[in-house]
T-cell receptor, first 115, second 112 residues
Framework: EAGVAQSPRYKIIEKRQSVAFWCNPI?????LYWYQQILGQGPKLLIQ????????DSQLPKDRFSAERLKGVDSTLKIQPAKLEDSAVYLC?????????????FGSGTRLTVV | RKEVEQDPGPFNVPEGATVAFNCTYS??????FFWYRQDCRKEPKLLMS???SGNEDGRFTAQLNRASQYISLLIRDSKLSDSATYLC?????????????FGAGTTVTVRA
């Protein structure tokens, strides 16, 4: 079974620039999550999709972050404009069921450095 | 109070030793529990689910104590390859949905 695919693996940008990350979940997984993991911390949920609808975006800084999953499969996460404190690993995960009782699978992440 | 709290460690143990650590959670309505393993600069990977009756997977044993709201992970006969950060993950109902909350992780280093 193919895993969760993410790109790019690494990105370095200057503050105030914009950046976009892409995620392709495991085939058939209806639920998709974007997490932010700052060094030394656990992953923090940014947004959860169920198919192409948003289930939870309460911790997404909506003034600068946006995400979409137009066809209920791939998703993109955008930051515009980036700040220094956005430097983190952005992890995409997917699960078959929205209740996550079986855990879920993460992609390898995109490591963002804002300078 | 954080939803999920873990002792960050590090736990430095020799090969063959037993190491154990706990994680506490704040939401008494939490439904399911997991341990994830995260290697340096890698994504978290599911290690094992934690069941009410406790469960084993080879050298790994997980326990759940609902009364005291903690889960534990014990690693027997530690191997060098067990060196990693172990993330405690709790699934809780929130607003008609479910939410996974992650601890900051416990770092284990197994030395030769």
């Amino acid at each position: 079974e193919a895993g969760v695919a993410q790109s790019p693996r690494y990105k370095i940008i200057e503050k105030r620039q914009s950046v976009a990350f892409w995620c392709n979940p495991i085939s058939g997984h209806a639920t998709l999550y974007w997490y932010q993991q700052i060094l030394g911390q656990g992953p923090k949920l940014l947004i959860q999709f169920q198919n192409n609808g948003v289930v939870d975006d309460s911790q997404l800084p909506k003034d600068r972050f946006s995400a979409e999953r137009l066809k209920g499969v791939d998703s993109t996460l955008k930051i515009q404009p980036a700040k220094l404190e956005d430097s983190a690993v952005y992890l995409c995960a997917s699960s078959l069921m929205p209740d996550a009782n079986y855990g879920y699978t993460f992609g390898s992440g995109t490591r963002l450095t804002v300078v | 109070r954080k939803e999920v709290e873990q002792d960050p460690g590090p736990f430095n143990v020799p090969e063959g030793a037993t190491v154990a650590f706990n994680c506490t959670y704040s939401n008494s309505a939490s439904q399911s529990f997991f341990w994830y393993r995260q290697d340096c600069r890698k994504e978290p990977k599911l290690l094992m689910s934690v069941y009410s009756s406790g469960n084993e997977d080879g050298r790994f044993t997980a326990q759940l104590n609902r009364a005291s709201q903690y889960i534990s992970l014990l690693i027997r006969d530690s191997k060098l390859s067990d060196s990693a950060t172990y993330l405690c993950v709790v699934n809780s109902p929130e607003g008609g949905d479910y939410k996974l909350s992650f601890g900051a992780g416990t770092t284990v280093t197994v030395r030769a």
